[in-house]
């Protein structure tokens, strides 16, 4: 394969196994900072994904709980292809980042709403569903062991 500019385009998706999270870039800032960004893949690509209310719904349970966890959190976004999101962070090194992924997990099964699943204050405020997102993130979590296990 031709090597490519955006780093998962040069990941070759029919040799990984989801569930799994992995460091998919590292940028040092010239300020001396770290950028670190993950892959939180849910799904097993071209043969699984998630339906968008489900993906929405964890975005926004995700972003508003990770914060409560960590100050290091940049932006939680989903992938278009639906099979996961993205996690940028400051620093965040892979140990930390995998507590605190679990405890907002964790967090997503006791919510009672998800936040901010509005018109008020989302662009699709219907599109939402936190049975579905609780369900996705159980799932998720009940592979806690293999997360680190990218390839199979």
Not at 34 to 58: C, E, W
Request: hydrophobic share 40%; proline share 5%; charged share 20%.
């Amino acid at each position: 394969m031709q090597k490519m500019n955006v780093e998962s385009f040069n990941l070759d998706h029919t040799k990984v196994a989801a569930p799994y999270v992995r460091i998919a870039d590292r940028k040092e800032l010239p300020g001396g900072d770290t950028l670190i960004k993950y892959d939180v893949r849910f799904a097993q690509p071209n043969q699984g994904h998630l339906d968008m209310p489900v993906v929405h719904s964890i975005e926004h349970l995700t972003a508003e709980h990770m914060r409560n966890h960590t100050d290091a959190l940049i932006d939680f976004s989903p992938m278009g292809c639906q099979t996961g999101f993205y996690a940028l962070t400051l620093g965040l090194e892979p140990e930390e980042f995998l507590a605190v992924l679990e405890k907002t997990f964790r967090d997503i099964l006791g919510a009672s709403e998800v936040p901010a699943a509005n018109e008020t204050q989302c662009g699709w405020g219907s599109n939402h569903t936190l049975s579905g997102a609780q369900g996705a993130v159980s799932d998720f979590l009940d592979q806690r062991d293999a997360w680190g296990e990218v390839y199979a």
